[in-house]
């Protein structure tokens, strides 16, 4: 190995990001990672373990780690902090009956050591459906102004209409790369 | 089957046991590397893995052999611990740069007005909800006035008929209905008729129902004895569950002709090799008499025979 091989592989290394999406059951990061990845959303089953995508984003390499949510899955989403860039919360909007629990569930993950730091970005998904709650509604169910430890924002989004996503994707990114990278990109990427 | 699963678990064994020690050294080697934060990421990938590998096997394997292999993946989860918290605490050193000012200052004024972008137009939102009946029959003209595409939520329901079929419903008087959607919670002695909804379906803390539904993703928690005639394009998931049987959506409720597609049932609360204690496929004979049955309930006097219908 070479002294150029070692630079780009460090290189390489420095602009990945490691991106933890997670969420109760049926909140749709699956949908929504294969939806971004352009494949089909048709057939998506609730997720037994996990999934791991790999894409460009701009300059990075976005690896993200799709964990399933049934709550016999939570107890293992632990195994999957480390070295976790950036937390994307998923939220299924029309999910009146189960906030109080993905609060909870969320406000427990922002305690954890591991995550200390990571950027945190809300998707509230399913806005294509009448009668979903909508994001300042979610804002106030889920307490996300009590938030001080983690920076974050929320975002209206819809999987299947892909809707937002790519826009609540650049702004994790962009704050994972301000914290991470801050020399490397320039000011009016910044929102 | 005694020796397929002796042969397993000899060749699970020496999988496991290389695994482990291959495991073992590359800790031993973090530890004394320069670097163990490096390292740590790939160990917990590892780690990860064979855990994995052995919640797998479990029920394949002698429980003595699974409690020790267990005690193994502990100690490593362990000392990987360990490797963080020591990492940690000697922190590398590196040149730091200041922060540019304009990183500074842009996170603290933008904060407060950019906080929800993409917001929705409307203020507060609606959805459709039929809740707190019993020994009621209810159709789509029980409903509240809602938009013809909607989320649907039922709840605390006993001894109830919900029939919001479309086709040859004579008591249907709303013809526009479309749920996108569909959250179901504590049902006791219930039979829900639904058609086939475009969108994912949540059901919890449900008791001798039986449940006719169409959906993209189906997701039932905590219920008991429960009849399920079902169309779907993924695999539908049980956890927390009980005595549920599993069957075809009847072909005479569509309106379009459409090929039954053959689903696996998936049981969250038994991720093992062997088959599932806790829910059965009906056989074609169940099925017939349970659209028989299913067929008759759709009027009002069969509220009172509901005990004849739902699984008991």
């Known amino acids: ?37 352009g494949d089909d959303i048709k057939s998506v089953s609730p997720t037994l373990g996990f999934n791991i995508k790999t894409f460009a984003h701009g300059k990075y390499t976005l690896n993200i780690w799709d964990v399933g949510g049934q709550r016999t899955l939570r107890p293992y989403w632990r195994n999957y902090f480390e070295q976790t860039d950036a937390l994307v919360w998923v939220v299924d909007s029309g999910d009146r009956m ?31 459906l009448q009668g979903s709650m909508t994001d300042e509604e979610i804002r106030q169910a889920l307490d996300l102004d009590s938030i001080k430890s983690h920076n974050w924002r929320i975002w209206a989004c819809s999987a299947v209409t892909g809707k937002n996503l790519i826009s609540g994707l650049d702004w994790v990114v962009n704050d994972v790369a301000g914290r991470l990278y801050y020399s490397s990109i320039p000011t009016n990427d910044l929102p | 089957m005694a020796e397929a699963t002796w042969s397993f678990s000899q060749t699970f064994t020496s999988h496991f046991q290389q695994a482990q020690s291959a495991l073992e050294l590359r800790i031993e080697k973090a530890r004394a590397g320069p670097s163990p934060q490096d390292d740590l990421n790939e160990l917990s990938y590892w780690l990860a893995k064979l855990s994995k590998d052995l919640a797998d096997a479990s029920g394949s394997l002698p429980s003595y052999d699974q409690k020790q292999y267990e005690l193994q993946v502990k100690t490593l989860e362990k000392s990987i611990d360990d490797l963080r918290v020591s990492s940690l605490s ?21 904060k407060e007005p950019l906080k929800s972008i993409g917001t929705t137009d409307q203020p507060s939102s609606t959805h459709l909800i039929l809740s707190s009946r019993s020994e009621s029959f209810l159709t789509r003209s029980s409903l509240p006035e809602h938009s013809s595409q909607t989320n649907l939520s039922i709840f605390d329901l006993d001894h109830c008929i919900v029939d919001l079929l479309g086709k040859d419903s004579v008591l249907a008087s709303k013809d526009d209905l479309s749920i996108s959607a569909l959250h179901v919670r504590n049902l006791s002695n219930c039979v829900l008729l639904l058609p086939i909804i475009e969108g994912s379906a949540l059901l919890h803390d449900m008791f001798n129902c039986t449940i006719v539904l169409g959906c993209h993703q189906f997701r039932m928690h905590t219920s008991k004895n429960i009849d399920v005639l079902l169309s779907i394009s993924s695999n539908p998931i049980i956890e927390t569950c009980n005595s549920i049987r599993f069957g075809q959506y009847p072909a005479a409720f569509i309106d379009r002709e459409q090929t039954p597609v053959v689903y696996s049932v998936q049981d969250f609360s038994h991720i093992r090799s062997t088959a599932s204690p806790h829910f059965s496929l009906l056989t074609p004979d169940d099925q017939f008499d349970l659209v028989t049955k299913v067929s008759s309930s759709r009027k009002v006097d069969a509220v009172g025979q509901i005990k004849s219908i739902v699984p008991q």
């Open chain 1, 1 to 37: 190995m070479g002294l150029l091989t070692i630079i780009r592989k460090n290189r390489q290394k420095e602009k990945e990001m490691r991106i933890l999406f997670l969420g109760l059951d049926n909140a749709g990061k699956t949908t929504i990672l294969k939806k971004i990845n």
């Open chain 1, 98 to 128: 189960r906030m109080k629990d993905c609060k909870e569930e969320l406000h427990s993950l922002l305690t954890e050591d591991r995550l200390a730091g990571a950027s945190l970005l809300v998707f509230a998904n399913k806005q294509d």
């Open chain 2, 90 to 110: 000697k922190p590398k050193f590196s040149f730091k740069r200041k922060v540019v000012t304009p990183s500074t200052i842009l996170p603290t004024i933008a």
